[in-house]
C-alpha cells in the first residue's frame, strides 16, 4: 500500500500526513505540478493555505496539475482523503458536494473535538461502527460545512455525511453538524479535523490512525 501525499505552496500538514500515511503503509509526498500519480495506491490532499489561500481557501488548488491527475484517479476507483484545506480543494474541485465557509465565530479555533461516524460505506471508514466516537483534533478558520437545503436533502438521502461533530462539540456552526462527507462512489472523503495529528499516544488519540488503516485494508 502507497499513499501519495500532495504538496502544494502553503501546504503546513503534508510532513505530517506522510507519517501517518507511513503507519499504515508506504508513503510519498507529490509536488503540486507533478501528474505522475502511478505507483499510488491513495491519495491524500492535506491541510494548510494552498497557494496562500488567496481568493478563497481551496480556489487556486483545484487548478493544479496534481489536481487533475487527482480527478483522473479518483474516477478510477482510487481512494481520495482531503483534510481540512484539503477538503476544501476537493469541494472546489467538485470530487465532494458543499463548501467549506468561515466559522460563525469568524475566528481561528484549535482543539479537540469529538467525531460520531455517520456512514462505514467509505473506503476511509470501512471496519468502523456507525455511532462509534473519535477523538480528533481541529484548526480551521474556515470549516463550516455549507449546503443549499435541497443540495442537503440528497446529501443525506444517499447517505453521504460520513462524520458528525458530536452534540454539544460542534465548533464552527456547520449545517446539521456536518464534519466529513464522502463522494456517491465511497472512494472520496473529505473532513475538517485532522487524523494525522491522531496517530499517536502521546498526543493523546491514535483514532485518526484508523482512517489511514481502513485505506490500507480497502487496498489490499
Not at 107 to 130: M, N, Y
Request: glycine fraction near 12%; aromatic fraction near 6%.
Amino acid at each position: 500500500m502507497v499513499f501519495g501525499v500532495l504538496q502544494f505552496p502553503g501546504s503546513c500538514d503534508e510532513r505530517d500526513a506522510v507519517m501517518a500515511c507511513e503507519r499504515a503503509g508506504e508513503a510519498r509526498l507529490v509536488w503540486h505540478g507533478d501528474t505522475d500519480l502511478s505507483g499510488l495506491d491513495a491519495i491524500v490532499v492535506p491541510g494548510g493555505f494552498s497557494y496562500g489561500d488567496y481568493l478563497r481557501a481551496g480556489a487556486l488548488a483545484r487548478f493544479s496539475p496534481a489536481m487533475g491527475a487527482v480527478a483522473e484517479f479518483a474516477a478510477a476507483g482510487g481512494p481520495v482523503l482531503g483534510i481540512c484545506n484539503g477538503f476544501q480543494v476537493l469541494c472546489e474541485a467538485g470530487l465532494l458536494p458543499g463548501a467549506l465557509l468561515p466559522n460563525t465565530g469568524l475566528r481561528f479555533i484549535c482543539r479537540q473535538v469529538e467525531l460520531e461516524v455517520d456512514s462505514t460505506e467509505c473506503a476511509w471508514t470501512r471496519g468502523l461502527e456507525p455511532g462509534e466516537r473519535l477523538s480528533i483534533p481541529a484548526k480551521h478558520q474556515s470549516g463550516r460545512y455549507f449546503a443549499p437545503d435541497d443540495e442537503l436533502e440528497r446529501i443525506e438521502s444517499e447517505g453521504l455525511v460520513v462524520l458528525r461533530y458530536a452534540p454539544g462539540d460542534e465548533p464552527n456552526g456547520s449545517v446539521r453538524r456536518i464534519a466529513g462527507v464522502r463522494n456517491e462512489a465511497g472512494n472520496v472523503m473529505g473532513l475538517m479535523p485532522h487524523p494525522e495529528h491522531a496517530v499517536d499516544p502521546l498526543t493523546g488519540s491514535v483514532d485518526g490512525l484508523r482512517l489511514f488503516e481502513a485505506a490500507a485494508s480497502v487496498a489490499a
